[in-house]
């Protein structure tokens, strides 16, 4: 079957260092997506992607950045983590406008 | 611009009884509207999603949604909840395949 995964589940980090989190699907989806879940603020858009080569800011993407150099996996890295950026990290896919297939999440702590 | 308005942030409900979570959206054009589930330590899962046509739509687990255009609502319901219903629900619009989430809302099923 056809999934979504994110690796690692959990990561502890020490502020200032780089950080990077995989995403690698296996439903062929053009369109893949960061989220940044934190408590009253639901989930907010980090970086898009609507095809190889192509990277797009999204609403909080100060810090962060991505490449898409196949279809299968979008990496999300943290230049230089910081405390502010301790949060759970989903990453999605869609073919379409249609709905988006999540993953399990990454829960990252930056000490 | 759009944005999700969840206008509650913890519901909780006796089991067997009915439930109703509200979104209001903005958005100067047409969007697709979802809702999704996210159960504690996981992923988000798809409950259901408006995309055109009725504007009552029938998703997983006996839930359903009703799609207001003069209201910019897509309330959630269910007659009879069960304990495994406790999770958080997110309400989401698309535009441009990007999602938008509202805040969320914790649904606390107790016996």
């Known amino acids: 079957d056809a999934e979504i995964t994110q690796s690692p589940r959990h990561k502890i980090t020490e502020t200032g260092r780089q950080v990077t989190l995989a995403c690698h699907q296996t439903w062929n989806h053009n369109n893949m997506f960061w989220y940044r879940q934190d408590l009253g603020h639901g989930l907010r858009l980090i970086h898009y992607s609507y095809g190889v080569h192509d990277t797009n800011k999204g609403e909080v993407s100060d810090g962060y950045s991505v490449s898409r150099s196949n279809t299968e996996d979008l990496p999300l890295t943290l230049e230089s983590a910081a405390s502010s950026q301790t949060s759970v990290y989903f990453c999605a896919s869609s073919e379409s406008g249609y709905e988006q297939y999540f993953g399990p999440g990454t829960r990252l702590t930056v000490t | 611009a759009q944005s999700v308005t969840q206008l509650d942030s913890q519901v909780p409900v006796f089991e067997e009884a009915p439930v109703e979570l509200r979104c209001n959206y903005s958005s100067s054009v047409s969007v697709y509207l979802f809702w999704y589930v996210q159960y504690p330590n996981q992923g988000l899962q798809l409950l259901l999603k408006?995309?055109?046509?009725?504007?009552l739509v029938k998703g997983i687990n006996g839930f359903e949604a009703e799609f207001n255009k003069s209201q910019t609502s897509f309330h959630l319901r269910k007659p009879s909840v069960h304990i495994s219903d406790t999770a958080e629900y997110f309400c989401?619009?698309?535009?441009?395949?990007?999602?938008?989430f509202g805040a969320g809302t914790t649904v606390t099923v107790r016996a």
């Open positions: 408006y995309l055109s046509g009725s504007t």
């Open positions: 989401a619009v698309s535009l441009d395949y990007k999602l938008s």
